[in-house]
Nanobody, 129 residues
């Protein structure tokens, strides 16, 4: 059974940091690009960051560039994705989703939810002012 399970979301103050994790299992995700999206109440799901299967190339939304870092660990039997979030702002408050593609690459245009085939249930990040 394919599963993506996120963790690490919590309540944090403005300027704080969090690291989200995503454990992907049930298929060989070492050959899958991965990404993070977020959705705030009343808003559409939006792209946050993505990373190639190799971990060499990444892409970020302008709103998080310079503050968030996406990474992954392919070394274990299950692939784990990470999103390090620094200098958090109240506007970063959202439900954060991990996602994975069926293919290993990304482009600057790989920012839409339909570009990703597998999804987790989300982890809540709340940034208080």
């Amino acid at each position: 059974q394919v599963q993506l399970v996120e963790s690490g979301g919590e309540l944090v103050h403005t300027g704080g940091s969090l690291r989200l994790s995503c454990i992907a299992s049930g298929r060989d995700f070492s050959r899958s690009a991965m990404g993070w999206f977020r959705q705030a109440p009343g808003k559409e799901r939006e792209f946050v960051a993505s990373i190639t299967a190799s971990g060499i190339s990444t892409n970020y939304a302008d709103a998080v560039k310079g503050r968030f870092t996406i990474s992954r660990d392919n070394a274990k039997t299950t692939v784990t994705g990470y999103l390090q979030m620094n200098f958090l702002k109240p506007e970063d408050t959202a439900l954060y989703y991990c996602a994975a593609r069926t293919m290993p690459f990304i482009t600057r245009a790989t920012t839409n939810p339909p570009d990703f085939s597998y999804w987790g249930q989300g982890t809540q990040v709340t940034v208080s002012s």
